[in-house]
């Protein structure tokens, strides 16, 4: 596609359920990143990929989140055990090399 | 490690006026500057960058940036501000040579006709 997409917009679960949000990356883009941004906040940083391999994961608050591109292209970022904290905007970025381009976010509701 | 400042959560300025959004901004090395734009409801979008050169940089929609060494900041500018303008902002920077991007915490900008 064009752009980056990001499914599903939005997911509704309960808490102490596993949840999956999934990312597609502008084709070409090597770099892929997740970050959270919760209500009047800005996006907080959580893993980076290069290729297939998490370059840098040091965002993940706990090691209840996970993710895995591992093709180099499509990733997959999985919250086991969710609490209400973990309800925000989850944001995918996919890079050349200079500006990030962001999808339009899962949002992520734990009741 | 790498942090920006976004000191004012909230800039109003009259349309027809120029506006300026403030950024400061700690890294190790050479910084990599961005502003991104987030409209309701929407994904954040690249306006402009500095990464080496010129320290006034220019991007989309006539928003303009520059770079300062000395007091290590990046502060966003438009000569003459739109009610369409109306959004948050956010300043986000880059080690350089480094992909790890830290945002910093966004100020919204309300444009009044």
């Known amino acids: 596609g064009a752009g980056v997409s990001q499914t599903p917009s939005n997911k509704v679960t309960e808490k102490g359920k596993y949840v999956e949000l999934r990312c597609d990356p502008i084709?070409?883009?090597?770099?892929l990143y997740w970050y959270r941004q919760s209500l009047g906040q800005g996006p907080e940083f959580l893993i980076y990929?290069?290729?297939?391999?998490?370059?840098?994961d040091s965002g993940l608050p706990n090691d209840r989140f996970f993710a895995v591109r591992p093709e180099g292209s499509v990733s997959t970022l999985k919250i086991q055990r969710t609490e209400r904290g973990d309800s925000a905007v989850y944001l995918c970025?996919?890079?050349?090399?200079?500006?990030?381009?962001f999808g339009e976010g899962s949002r992520l509701t734990v009741l | 490690a790498q942090s920006v400042a976004q000191p004012e959560d909230q800039v109003n300025v009259a349309e027809g006026n120029p506006l300026t959004v403030k950024c400061t901004y700690s890294?190790?090395?050479?910084?990599?500057l961005f502003w991104y734009v987030q409209y309701p409801n929407r994904g954040l979008q690249f306006l402009l960058k500095?990464?080496?050169?010129?320290?006034l940089v220019k991007g989309s929609y006539g928003f303009e940036a520059e770079f300062n060494k000395s007091q290590t900041s990046f502060h966003l500018k438009k000569p003459s501000a739109l009610v369409s303008d109306s959004a948050l902002y956010f300043c986000?920077?880059?080690?350089?040579?480094?992909?790890?991007?830290?945002f910093g915490a966004g100020t919204r900008l309300f444009v009044k006709a």
């Open positions: 970025a996919s890079s050349s090399a200079g500006e990030l381009f």
């Open positions: 084709s070409g883009h090597t770099a």
């Open positions: 990929f290069q290729g297939t391999g998490a370059a840098d």
């Open positions: 890294v190790s090395g050479n910084p990599y």
């Open positions: 500095y990464i080496t050169g010129d320290n």
């Open positions: 986000a920077v880059r080690r350089g040579g480094g992909f790890k991007t830290i």
